[in-house]
Nanobody, 120 residues
Framework: QVQLVESGGGLVQAGGSLRLSCAAS????????MAWYRQVPGKQRELVAS???????SYVDSVKGRFTISRDNAKKTVYLQMNSLKPDDTAVYYC??????????????WGQGTQVTVSS
């Protein structure tokens, strides 16, 4: 069973930075897309950034120029560097990954979420 473990959330003042990490484990042969989503109470989960195995990236407009997604395929880890944080970035951030297990089955898994709070 695939597990995604996130770390790096916390409380930061507006204008500050945080770096989120998400490590995947559990019988994985390969990972296709890794992504970060966020959700605030009462709203739908929003795709923040994604990265393919070949490191092609995509961002929601509201974070372009401030957030950078990257990955280390050898470590099965994805990162989200968040700079110039704003109070509107406050949310629970979730990691997502899809790919193939060692025995050929596909997976699409989520992390448990990490809270990011930006104070004004």
């Amino acid at each position: 069973q695939v597990q995604l473990v996130e770390s790096g959330g916390g409380l930061v003042q507006a204008g500050g930075s945080l770096r989120l990490s998400c490590a995947a484990s559990g019988g994985i042969r390969s990972i296709n897309v890794m992504a970060w989503y966020r959700q605030v109470p009462g709203k739908q989960r929003e795709l923040v950034a994604s990265i393919t195995r070949d490191s092609n990236t995509s961002y929601v407009d509201s974070v372009k120029g401030r957030f950078t997604i990257s990955r280390d395929n050898a470590k099965k880890t994805v990162y989200l560097q968040m700079n110039s944080l704003k109070p509107d970035d406050t949310a629970v951030y979730y990691c997502n990954a899809d790919g193939y297990m060692l025995w050929g089955r596909t997976f699409d898994s989520w992390g448990q979420g990490t809270q990011v709070t930006v104070s004004s």
